[in-house]
């Protein structure tokens, strides 16, 4: 693979917010972007106003094409990458395979496990694909508009392929944006799941007003769990200590930028899951991964109490201010904060 850093034509698959957002930090770089979404009027405000309704005030680069057709935004190009949700992420391999040839490169911005089965995104890639496509994923601590605006903001990508993985991390790479490349697929993937449940619950702990000593604990011990999880399933610990796990991980229980926290502060008032879901008015992954991310645990005999206890409040309706205190009265202890 040619290493050398050159402008291409690349498919973003998804225009909300997120892949508006890495849209721009493409076209910034050089790129030409065909941006592509399957909410029809979506794509008509964006070619009117050339913004995005999640980002209004960010203008899109000439060199940002919005696409009305699949077949449009996947024509000339070989790079497609894919920022749709985790619900969603089998069924757009499916709507896209018959215009692929073994050529094509897909990667994804998806942070999240499969409804359905529980699996990684990687191996529905497998599944749906096959094993001779080349792919990857990016993830990290990066909130849509902050990226949009050009911030300086540092991120993992992730490929079996260590090739592959350093040709991502030239793609994205300049200025305001790094790119660190990995072949640990799983730890970068892992991270993406566990950081947006720990959010939930440290929205749900602020938003009862516990302070910040209960969230600094919920945060250290969210991450005890994730370490154990990804140990048990060949996650490197240095990537969980990494811009995917521990890094994503203070983004997003911290900042109410963050859909997740931002749930769980709406939960702590009172709201459902309803109620608090169109309150936000964008996806919030952890209500989807919550369930699975229970049963991945349960199936590798790992004891995951804090991702146990959102289960209880996000699917059962259980107290928040219960949930929270059930962890301090026994959990919490039981696994050993101060190791």
Request: with cysteine; glycine share 10%.
């Amino acid at each position: 693979m040619n290493m050398q850093k050159k402008a291409t034509t690349i498919t973003v698959l998804g225009a909300g917010a997120w892949g508006t957002a890495l849209s721009m930090v493409l076209a910034r770089g050089g790129h030409t972007v065909q941006l592509w979404d399957r909410d029809a009027s979506t794509l008509e405000t964006m070619i009117k106003t050339r913004c995005n309704r999640y980002l209004p005030e960010i203008v899109l680069p000439e060199n940002i094409i919005i696409c009305q057709t699949l077949v449009e935004a996947l024509a000339n190009t070989l790079d497609i990458l894919m920022v749709v949700p985790s619900h969603a992420f089998g069924k757009a391999l499916i709507g896209i395979k018959p215009f692929l040839t073994k050529k094509h490169r897909i990667f994804w911005a998806t942070k999240g496990l499969e409804l359905e089965t529980g699996n990684f995104l990687h191996q529905v890639v497998e599944r749906e694909l096959g094993t001779e496509y080349t792919y990857g994923l990016l993830s990290g601590p990066s909130f849509a508009r902050e990226v949009a605006l050009g911030l300086p903001t540092a991120v993992a990508v992730a490929s079996k392929d260590q090739q592959y993985a350093e040709a991502l991390a030239l793609l994205f790479n300049q200025e305001s944006f790094c790119a660190y490349p990995t072949d640990d697929i799983i730890g970068v993937q892992l991270g993406g799941v566990v950081k947006n449940v720990l959010a939930v619950a440290v929205g749900l702990s602020d938003g009862v007003q516990f302070g910040a000593n209960t969230r600094a604990a919920l945060m250290t011990q969210g991450l005890a769990e994730m370490m154990r999880l990804g140990e048990t399933l060949g996650a490197r610990s240095e990537t969980l200590m990494g811009l995917a796990g521990c890094g994503d991980v203070i983004l997003t229980c911290t900042d109410n930028q963050s859909r997740n926290r931002r749930f769980g502060l709406a939960l702590a008032e009172g709201l459902t899951e309803s109620e608090a879901l169109n309150r936000i008015g964008q996806v919030v992954e952890a209500v989807y991964n919550v369930e699975q991310l229970c049963h991945l645990a349960k199936k590798n005999g790992v004891d995951l109490p804090v991702v146990e206890q959102m289960f209880r409040v996000i699917k059962q309706g259980a107290s928040p201010k219960e949930a929270i205190s059930v962890l301090f009265n026994g959990c919490l202890k039981a696994n050993s904060l101060a190791r």
